[in-house]
């Protein structure tokens, strides 16, 4: 059973550039969490999505920012135009459905830098 | 909503002692309480969790204890070991909106 899966581990852009992060929930589950971190701090909450739709994105910038978790295929984080200060670590997690369980995994994480 | 406060934000310990990470929520609505561990450079890592049903949870040297009334649970570790060191996160789950919410963390140290 393959954990939280996202793709690519490491990703370079120049300012201006749009990055796309990719994530492949667990089998079996239908929930999806982005969260950003920052060099020694915490994790901070960006968006949740069950398939085909966002259900809390009070934590994703108004701008330049889009999360979608499509029917077939894994959920993508897109920032567009990217800017230094988006340079962080993106780390998606998945849950089950609520009924079939609680627990969050999270996958290996991208690590997105703006040069 | 609901929101999570960790203490302390960093603890040092000497190794074989034990370590106690407290955090507080707000929403009484919250029925699910993971701990994340994370090392340097990695993903976090469930280790223990515990559901409002219950009181206390043990796994080896690590357990959970949950006080519904006060609106507060802890992570406790004995016997600590270097390998222990890194960030500890809690996180609370509501029944109704399904998200979660993890308080700031603890920089867990242990000395040889």
């Known amino acids: 059973n393959a954990g939280v899966m996202q793709n690519p581990r490491h990703l370079v852009r120049r300012r201006g550039q749009e990055a796309r992060l990719r994530c492949s929930p667990m089998?079996?589950?239908?929930?999806v969490y982005w969260y950003r971190q920052l060099p020694e701090e915490g994790l901070k909450f960006m968006v949740y999505?069950?398939?085909?739709?966002?259900?809390?994105e009070s934590g994703m910038p108004k701008e330049r920012f889009s999360a979608e978790f499509p029917k077939e295929g894994p959920s993508i984080l897109r920032i567009q135009q990217v800017v230094r200060g988006d340079s962080a670590a993106y780390f998606c997690?998945?849950?089950?459905?609520?009924?079939?369980?609680?627990?969050?995994?999270f996958g290996p994480g991208t690590r997105l830098t703006v040069t | 909503g609901e929101n999570v406060e960790q203490h302390p934000s960093t603890l040092s310990v000497q190794e074989g002692d034990s370590a106690v990470i407290k955090c507080t929520y707000s929403d009484s609505a919250s029925n699910y309480f993971p701990w994340y561990k994370q090392e340097l450079g990695k993903r976090p890592q469930l280790i223990i969790d515990i559901r409002s049903n219950v009181g206390e949870k043990k796994d080896q040297r690590i357990a959970v204890t949950l006080n519904k009334t006060a609106k507060h649970f802890s992570l406790h570790i004995t016997e600590t070991q270097p390998e222990d060191s890194a960030v500890y996160f809690c996180?609370?789950?509501?029944?109704?909106?399904?998200?979660?919410?993890f308080g700031p963390g603890t920089r867990l140290s242990v000395l040889p």
């Open positions: 089998k079996g589950h239908s929930h």
């Open positions: 999505l069950q398939k085909e739709n966002i259900i809390d």
């Open positions: 997690a998945s849950s089950p459905p609520s009924r079939s369980g609680d627990e969050q995994y």
């Open positions: 996180a609370a789950r509501d029944n109704y909106g399904q998200n979660f919410v």
